[in-house]
């Protein structure tokens, strides 16, 4: 209780003493003055109270934002990568790291644009020769995108370890053996196999590509180059369906459409073999070169977490919000040409050459254009990032209204000429999806970034879009599924474009916050290699949804140290275990385990390194008797030396003589203190480097609390580093070396334990505060 709730109870307890002994007469006054005079203090008590409430509550609020403003670290401008600065030409931003890439990845990308084209120009006649329905041939055709899917992962993965040019060449190679399996397909289903390989193989595209080209090639260019590799992808849908539609005619008869795979099969592995001697680019390099003036290296990064990855790419706001919109727009991008063409020739009845010539005349709009876009973003971006990415949005705005107008128009001419600026305006902002992407994912994630955000597009927009155009044309046709669809699709997509403009500048200060806590990082490990901690905890923002529970949390434990954790109820405590454990992801800051980020790195491969927790509430198998136990726990030691385990099993027996007595026992019938000890030693089965343990305390009577104080004791004399999250400020004191306390998510103490103890207003808190951190 404070001061002002302290005096504000004396105040109300001398009033009720004043009313008890007032003089006999008084109180036989009438009822009425009796009852007035009796609740008004206990009114004005009220009142005083809600007062004081909603000062704190005031008071709180402030609190908060104050620490808001400054988890935000916004920097200037000018600051932020790519910002301002010289303005490059596309000339010099390819002199800057060599053509061979760009031209490579193009041509690449332009054989994806071509068979996607081929295939939409050929649907219909694939359709008669394997006699399927409409809503067949259009979920076949746009499957793919649900089969890039099972690709997406696995290639930005990838991309994220691996040389990326050989990475680039086995997904061409493959891609070019799937295209010739498409015309060698015999029926349906094997149609359907070879769309399966060809989807998969074709994952390549977005995550390798564009973290390649990323890493390649200068901030300042990014927009042009997507942009150049748009054309050459356009340029090759442009011409695909006249070239296309030449090669069905010329070979003629009803399989007269394998031959346009069976040729396209051939350069594409010609380009395939080249991409295998493309250099690989330093991670990050222009990023760090903008930000820091020289480029940080690292000899073999920690391996990454997909699931780690997903987590906190999906924790910025950026990210979030644009993977989300342009999987609303994947609808018009991949299944509205199909539909195009099934009402062309439904409709209108055109052949397969006449659509070819129609699909040509309606993609040269998108090569007149895409050479202003990319430039005019590059420009943008250079003076205000915000404004780059509402030019996205607004590209994409004036499709809702214009696709209604296309679908309606009577004849085929003026079908094409009223597809032509919808088709431009969503290829142009496509096309800025891989830019936007790269600004904003942390470099060691860039190529699962684009992987996240391929497969929203296309298994959210392409796929579900197919699977909704195939029942809405079983029912209605292709107008009604363009419109039902595709309207409202493209509408919400490019709001949230729009929207997603206010928060770019604040997730480009995290970049450049996270690069200088690297450079510092560096250098602070390069001035003294002796003393790099064994764990490092820095910057950490922790949220469970939409709830921050963790503000900028940092604290470092060295060698042979152990370090408490203490503070109120709901501090953050065991969260923050769980972020050094990797049970759950920051959403800002990093971990460090011997001076090499483990942020990213999954939960049983942190265990392999010696990060071993020790979590809070019952750790053992009740059922199971202490050997069965401990056997249970040297599972993952089962293929290493057995001398090793059965050292490890001697080492945890003698450091628990009481265990070895029981070992035939059962664990559950045992007592708290005692199974609390059978977990601890299951933990030591793995000889961990860093040992967590959440609440050791809790719950036990003062005698066994005892004995695991003396068995910590000899781990510490042993020389185990250890964070013991405790509620006890007696028994941290007895234990740790050093503390944190932590108060609402923020540390507010870092130093030598018996220091706390002296700060009456924290230890009064440690005393007071409950578990439920």
């Excluded at 053996?177 to 390549?204: D, I, Q």
Aim: charged letters at 20%.
């Amino acid at each position: 209780m404070d001061d002002a709730t302290r005096n504000e109870a004396d105040d109300a307890t001398g009033h009720e003493a004043h009313h008890a002994t007032r003089d006999e007469g008084t109180r036989h006054d009438a009822t009425r003055d009796e009852t007035t005079e009796a609740v008004a203090p206990r009114a004005e008590h009220r009142r005083l109270a809600a007062e004081l409430a909603i000062e704190l509550v005031d008071a709180e609020a402030e609190r908060a934002r104050a620490a808001e403003v400054e988890r935000e670290v916004l920097f200037a401008d000018d600051l932020l990568p790519g910002v301002g600065g010289e303005q490059l030409t596309l000339r010099q931003g390819l002199a800057a790291g060599g053509s061979a890439t760009f031209l490579t990845l193009m041509a690449l990308s332009a054989f994806d644009e071509l068979e996607t084209a081929t295939l939409g120009v050929l649907a219909p006649d694939i359709r008669d020769s394997f006699g399927m329905s409409d809503g067949a041939i259009v979920f076949l055709s746009a499957a793919s995108g649900a089969f890039l899917v099972l690709g997406a992962l696995p290639m930005g993965w990838l991309a994220d370890r691996y040389r990326r040019g050989r990475v680039a060449g086995w997904a061409g190679l493959a891609f070019a053996a799937f295209v010739f399996a498409c015309g060698m397909a015999a029926n349906v289903f094997l149609m359907f196999l070879a769309r399966l390989g060809v989807g998969v193989a074709k994952a390549s595209t977005l995550p390798v590509h564009g973290s390649l080209n990323a890493d390649t090639y200068p901030i300042g260019v990014r927009g042009r180059i997507a942009a150049a590799t748009g054309m050459a992808g356009r340029l090759a849908g442009v011409l695909s369906p006249l070239v296309v539609g030449a090669i069905a005619a010329v070979a003629g008869g009803d399989d007269g459409w394998r031959w346009a795979f069976f040729i396209l099969g051939v350069p594409t592995a010609l380009v395939a073999l080249y991409a295998f001697r493309l250099p690989e680019p330093p991670r990050g390099q222009h990023e760090m070169k903008a930000v820091l003036g020289e480029v940080i290296t690292h000899d073999k990064p920690m391996p990454i977490s997909i699931e780690a990855a997903f987590a906190r790419l999906m924790r910025i706001r950026t990210t979030r919000t644009v993977v989300l919109a342009f999987a609303a727009m994947g609808f018009g991008l991949f299944t509205g040409p199909v539909l195009t063409n099934l009402w062309m020739e439904d409709h209108f009845g055109l052949g397969t050459f006449e659509r070819g010539v129609y699909g040509t005349l309606g993609g040269l709009g998108v090569l007149a254009v895409l050479p202003f876009v990319g430039p005019r973003y590059d420009r943008l971006y250079r003076t205000d990032p915000a404004r780059a990415l509402k030019l996205v949005g607004y590209l994409i705005l004036p499709v809702a209204a214009l696709t209604p107008v296309q679908w309606f128009m009577p004849t085929a001419p003026a079908f094409v000429i009223a597809q032509m600026l919808p088709l431009v305006l969503l290829s142009a902002a496509f096309a800025m999806i891989g830019p936007v992407m790269q600004s904003v994912s942390p470099y060691r994630l860039r190529g699962l970034g684009t992987a996240l955000a391929a497969i929203h597009i296309f298994f959210i927009g392409a796929t579900g879009g197919s699977l909704l155009s195939a029942l809405i044309l079983d029912s209605y046709d292709a107008r009604a599924a363009a419109l039902v669809i595709g309207v409202p699709a493209t509408l919400v997509g490019s709001l949230m474009l729009i929207r997603s403009s206010s928060f770019i500048k604040h997730d480009l200060a995290l970049v450049v916050h996270e690069l200088r806590e690297e450079l510092a990082e560096r250098d602070r490990q390069a001035r003294d290699p002796e003393r790099v901690p064994v764990l490092q905890v820095n910057d950490v923002d922790f949220e469970y949804g939409n709830v921050q529970v963790l503000f900028g949390v940092g604290f470092e434990v060295r060698r042979g140290e152990v370090l408490a954790l203490l503070g109120t109820n709901g501090a953050g405590k065991s969260t923050i275990l769980k972020a050094i454990c990797g049970l759950g992801t920051p959403s800002r800051g990093v971990v460090r385990l011997n001076g090499k980020t483990v942020t990213y790195v999954s939960p049983e491969r942190r265990g392999r390194y010696g990060i071993r927790l020790l979590p809070g509430g019952k750790g053992t198998f009740p059922g199971m008797t202490v050997a069965e136990n401990l056997e249970m726990a040297a599972f993952g030691l089962r293929d290493r030396d057995r001398a090793h385990r059965d050292a490890r099993l001697a080492y945890v027996l003698d450091v628990f003589p009481d265990l070895n007595a029981r070992l035939a026992q059962r664990a559950g019938s045992m007592s708290g203190g005692q199974q609390q000890q059978l977990a601890l030693a299951m933990v030591l089965m793995h000889d961990p480097e860093v040992l967590l343990i959440d609440e050791l305390s809790l719950g036990l009577a003062p005698v066994v609390v005892r004995d695991l104080l003396a068995v910590i004791e000899r781990l510490k004399a042993d020389g185990m580093t250890m964070i013991i999250v405790e509620q006890s400020l007696n028994v941290a004191l007895a234990i740790a070396d050093r503390a944190v306390f932590l108060e609402k998510g923020q540390v507010r103490f870092t130093g030598d334990a018996r220091e706390l103890a002296e700060r009456d207003d924290l230890a009064r808190a440690v005393f007071l505060g409950k578990d439920g951190g």
